[in-house]
């Protein structure tokens, strides 16, 4: 173990100021987690590469490069970190369509390169086929989007933290929301993220032809029986001052992309009313559209509802997209 101010560091505690620092989101903060991060890596905290992972992965600080950070999920799953074990097998698990499975206890580093070995980063980068329901406004779904070991994965990480889902209310800011939206719902934060969120994260951004930086932080929606997500739009209203500022820093929500990552419900289908259009995907299956007309103006015809299941829990990944990269 390192030593600073003659005092032995306790395990984890420099991979927490890491995280302190880095959620500072500054350049001189992000130096000082970096910083601090190999401190902990070099100190033996195993967990510390899941996050080095996620900084090469992003480009966060340093150079996207995909390889490393799949090199950091490695040495942390041969260091005993049971986030990097079960990342490294779901992303393997989905390669190999379920392939052959790993004792997430083995000490043998054969073991998780050889699961390593297995994941193919081009599978991510490339855009989905897609069939097209509605050209205009434009609505699209792709069947197969994610695979069942990504949708528990995704599941599984969210479930601990949910809470009651917010509304984007016209201050710009994000409040519990009323009778009009009962579900509730986890937003990743930058530090929430892992390397299957962000191949998932890929995966949008290629399909959909953007860079990933204009993707907003990807929420897991969750509705019980009889919860909803009453008619509304997506898109931020330029009539609205705080909204329009909003759009000048950010850009607007032109893209909501969905992802259904669980069948095990009834109902709960996204109802447009302008379009007659109703639809609910199977486990992993994808629906997109686009929430501006061709001017880049609101389209108001993309009002949408979020029904309640009649049967079951309802799952969904949800990703809004901005018409600019924000950085």
Known sequence: MERASGQVSPTGARLARAREY?????PQAIA???EALHAAIRGGEAEAHCLMAVLLGMGVG???????ALDHLLAGAVAGSPAARGQLAVLAADALRGGPAVDPDTADPREWLALLESVRVEGWTAPCAKQVLSTSPRVVVIEGFLSAPICAWIIGRAAPHLAPAKVYGANAKAAPGDAGRTNSAFEFSFLDLDMVMLMARTRIAATIGVPVGALEPPQVLHYDV???????HDWLDPGLLAHAADIAARGQRAVTFLVYINAEFEGGETDFPHLALRRRGGA??????????????PDRRTLHEGLAPTSGQKWLLSQWIRNRVVL
């Open 32 to 34: 000082h987690g970096l």
């Open 62 to 68: 340093v150079r996207q490069d995909w390889s490393q």
């Open 226 to 232: 009889g919860q909803r997500f009453a008619r509304h």
């Open 284 to 297: 992993g299956d994808a629906l997109y559209f686009g929430n501006l007309d061709p001017s880049g103006a």
């Open 22 to 26: 880095l959620a500072g989101n500054s």
